[in-house]
């Protein structure tokens, strides 16, 4: 049995107190903030409301098994205030589908407008470029629902659960570790995700130094699916990470509570919360201090429960590094590495390079799928929020 112990500390007109381990972590109480002790994916929008977007759902004859949305169009981000006089942010979209290129054969039907020269090509080579190029995604941008501009991507089902789940190109599952809004649910996905939480907390304490705060945990999490991406050089907001996380701090106090609570719960990491008349909720997230237990061990099974491919990269540094000549378990290779005083660049290294190839493939993907006006246009709203 393993134990991690992270001590947080809620620091106030310059005290400080905790409590040891608990099985039960609120970091909401009372009437504190009624809005994030509901289901954070269910909280409502400060851009829009859930009933518009379930519209742009009903836009659409072909069948969506999951959708979900994201971006500053759908849940609020700092620098991206809703104003009347300004026209409002794209709203960003994803559909699980079930059997993409009868989607694809139905939806070009219906909505032939969406798509770019390559519909001409049929369902069956819109369906073929989106399996095998990028992140196996087919992205519609700039398409004009009523009065809303939405861009969404389609993925199959298998490979939306094989992201979440082995971390294959780290797009959707790193998207999925920061605030999304889901619209139509699906239970392998929500088990899946959940994971994808609980390793994205894994990752997170292997970069972090011994003591950081709640907000350092926050943007290193959020953080995680821009390591290696080159739109953060040329077309992203780079403060983006920071602008995420300062909005959406209470969503991401509920979205990574359960997973905290189920590390307590099962002695793989022992989380102390607080409890001093002030809750946390109210807290400045810079104010509220954990400190984990760098045992070479505990690290060690931190690194292991990683998905395969991600730790794998870790670990093939790390033996070149090393110029091991025996051979060991995983395992025991994952203690070895987790003690190296490059653990954490490593660890960055092995998902930016997971991120790198996808995010490219996709981005040059999308210049043919959206077409040159599209893509023109596009690539400079992105350019407008540097």
Not at 37 to 58: C, G, M, N, R
Not at 200 to 214: G, K, T
Not at 220 to 245: A, C, H, Q, W
Not at 294 to 300: I, Q
Request: glycine share 6%.
């Amino acid at each position: 049995m393993f134990q991690l112990r992270l001590n947080v500390i809620a620091r106030s007109n310059n005290s400080a107190v905790t409590i040891r381990c608990v099985k039960r972590i609120n970091f909401v109480r009372g009437d504190a903030s009624k809005a994030t002790t509901q289901d954070p994916h269910k909280q409502s929008s400060d851009v829009w409301a859930s009933e518009h977007l379930q519209h742009i759902l009903q836009h659409f004859d072909a069948p969506i098994r999951f959708a979900a949305g994201y971006g500053s169009g759908v849940l609020k981000q700092d620098g991206y205030g809703l104003n009347p006089n300004v026209k409002p942010p794209m709203v960003d979209l994803i559909f699980g589908v079930t059997h993409p290129e009868h989607w694809h054969s139905l939806n070009l039907r219906q909505n032939p407008s969406h798509y770019s020269f390559v519909s001409a090509l049929g369902a069956k080579s819109v369906t073929a470029l989106q399996e095998k190029w990028g992140a196996s995604m087919y992205f519609n941008p700039d398409v004009q629902i009523g009065e809303q501009r939405i861009k969404y991507g389609v993925i199959s089902m298998k490979h939306l659960i094989q992201d979440l789940n082995e971390w294959n190109n780290f797009y959707v599952a790193g998207r999925f570790q920061k605030p999304i809004r889901i619209l139509r649910g699906d239970s392998r996905v929500k088990l899946s995700n959940d994971e994808n939480l609980a390793n994205a907390v894994r990752v997170a304490l292997l970069i972090l130094p011994p003591q950081f705060s709640e907000y350092q945990l926050y943007t290193t999490i959020v953080g995680l699916s821009y390591l290696g991406d080159f739109r953060m050089i040329f077309g992203e907001n780079p403060k983006k990470v920071e602008n995420i996380v300062n909005a959406q701090v209470g969503y991401l106090r509920v979205l990574y509570k359960p997973v905290l609570k189920d590390l307590c719960e099962h002695f793989v990491a022992g989380i102390e919360s607080v409890s001093a008349g002030e809750e946390v909720q109210a807290l400045d997230a810079h104010k509220v201090v954990f400190s984990q237990n760098m045992d070479v061990k505990l690290r060690g099974a931190l690194l292991f429960e990683l998905p395969k491919k991600v730790r794998d990269k870790v670990l093939a540094v790390f033996h070149k590094k090393s110029r091991m000549d025996t051979v060991v378990s995983a395992l025991d290779l994952s203690q070895k590495a987790a003690a190296s005083d490059s653990i954490q660049s490593m660890v960055k290294q092995a998902i930016a390079e997971t991120v790198r190839g996808p995010a490219l493939t996709q981005s040059i993907k999308g210049l043919i799928t959206a077409g040159p006006t599209k893509s023109f246009r596009y690539i400079g709203e992105k350019l407008s929020k540097r």
